[in-house]
């Protein structure tokens, strides 16, 4: 009888921790990003990478609740708060210690994009573009990276939308996109995409990929089932890096 109720007492209490690592609701934080992720009107978030971020989290048994913030709150609130996850984010050395890396989202290529009319040279080393004004997503990878490479005429704003509002208004020469999907983002955000043209790399991202990652002081055990529910969905081909 003892020898009973001592099993029933584990089995109750590995129930009782395992319920409550599933029954967790993450909150998950991200931008408007249309190549990658969107709030649809119904409030559900469709693109690649929000379909691969839920995928994970369906099948790993989590709850979550998505909330779509300007970059710089998004990023904020995610290092700030456990068990805050985020998406898509640039995997760089100044944001290495600060989350929990879970898996691969995409491989982008950021470029200058300027208007045609301005007749700025076409593929130069990214130094000789410092003279210009740019406009970019403030926080974002596109922001640090190129104050990292000394730019100091740069004009950091809110959203995707508002950056190209800068290029088309004419108060900056150049803004930050990703080559790959521009004429989504461009289309989204603007209605003057014919005019913009690529100018050329900014070569200090282009080797750097974007994540899903978690606050650093998520629960050990989320984090270990997330990544391992990342693994294998992608070795079962249930999603892909694009």
């Known amino acids: 009888m003892l020898k009973r109720l001592f099993m029933l007492s584990i089995f109750a209490c590995l129930y009782s921790i395992s319920f409550g690592t599933l029954a967790q609701t993450i909150a998950v934080v991200t931008e408007d990003a249309p190549s990658l992720q969107y709030q649809k009107a119904s409030g559900e978030m469709a693109g690649p990478a929000a379909n691969l971020v839920e995928k994970v989290l369906n099948e790993s048994g989590f709850n979550f609740d998505t909330r779509v913030l300007p970059w710089a709150r998004a990023y904020k609130e995610a290092k700030q708060v456990p068990n805050t996850l985020i998406y898509s984010m640039v995997r760089t050395p100044e944001r290495e210690d600060n989350f929990h890396w879970i898996g691969i989202i995409s491989k982008p290529q950021y470029y200058l994009f300027a208007l045609k009319s301005k007749d700025i040279p076409l593929a130069k080393p990214l130094i000789e ?87 650093k002081n998520s629960d050990a055990s989320v984090v270990q089932t997330l990544r391992e529910t990342y693994q294998k969905l992608l070795t079962d081909k249930a999603i892909n890096i694009f």
């Open 129 to 215: 573009y410092h003279q210009y004004r740019v406009g970019t997503v403030l926080n974002s990878a596109n922001h640090l990276a190129l104050k990292n490479q000394g730019f100091d005429s740069l004009v950091p704003v809110a959203t995707a939308k508002q950056v190209f509002m800068l290029l088309t208004k004419k108060r900056v020469e150049l803004i930050t996109a990703n080559l790959t999907a521009f004429d989504e983002i461009c289309q989204h955000n603007s209605k003057q995409c014919d005019d913009i043209e690529a100018i050329g790399p900014i070569s200090a991202l282009n080797d750097r990929a974007l994540y899903f990652a978690m606050n």
